[in-house]
């Protein structure tokens, strides 16, 4: 294993975090849906860098939804209605969630257990239906280039992670059956053979 293996995903993380707010800012939206807010990092950018005006956090884990308070807690107490984080399933239908102008899914979808993964698909597509889905995964390919062997995944928390081919082919499908029109780009520095670290899939809706 490469010794600045933890510096170099540090640093991919902020890079892809900058990338998307940069998307965020070009699409001029006042509202957005974080599927997957973690500890809050991202929402943490998002309201000091960009003018937005309501945004809502989800995270199905409670430890992380806590230290998302904790770190939003100004933002929380000051302008409550800027900014709501609630701990649920990705799967769990949530009217107040459904047709937000954009969601993003930063690094989530490879959290989620295989078999549950059709059931979060349905709930984000079929009833959230935002206009716009921005969505992120490791690009497996990319691993050995941090010193990581062949099935080795980037965190112990992931539950899979995915070639390009395979998470293209997972992306199309999705955008078929749910009326979404899907493009990929890449986040990070490529690797002419490899690809990059990050893999992107933008939705957008058809209607």
Same mark, same amino acid.
């Given at each position: 294993m490469f010794p600045n293996q933890d510096t170099q995903i540090s640093d991919l993380h902020e890079v892809r975090h900058q990338h998307i707010l940069k998307l965020v800012q070009q699409s001029g939206v006042k509202q957005l849906l974080d599927i997957g807010c973690g500890s809050g990092n991202f929402l943490w950018q998002l309201l000091n860098e960009t003018p937005i005006e309501q945004v809502i956090g989800v995270e199905q884990s409670s430890l992380s939804i806590l230290q998302a308070r904790e770190k939003l807690a100004v933002y929380l107490q000051q302008t409550p209605s800027q900014l709501k984080l609630i701990n649920a399933s990705y799967a769990e239908p949530l009217p107040e969630l459904c047709h937000f102008p954009l969601a993003v899914m930063i690094e989530t =979808?490879?959290? =989620? &257990?295989?078999?549950?993964?059709?059931?979060? &698909?349905?709930? =984000?597509?079929?009833?959230?239906?935002p206009k716009q889905i921005i969505l992120t995964t490791p690009n497996c390919e990319y691993n050995p280039l941090y010193g990581l062997y062949p099935g080795q995944f980037r965190d112990p928390d992931h539950q899979f992670e995915w070639t390009r081919q395979k998470f293209q082919q997972w992306a199309r499908g999705v955008a078929a059956r749910h009326d979404y029109q899907v493009r990929f780009a890449g986040i990070g520095e490529a690797d002419p053979q490899l690809g990059s670290p990050t893999q992107m899939a933008i939705f957008n809706r058809a209607y």
């Open positions: =979808i490879e959290h =989620i &257990e295989p078999r549950l993964l059709s059931k979060v &698909e349905q709930n =984000i597509f079929a009833v959230m239906r």
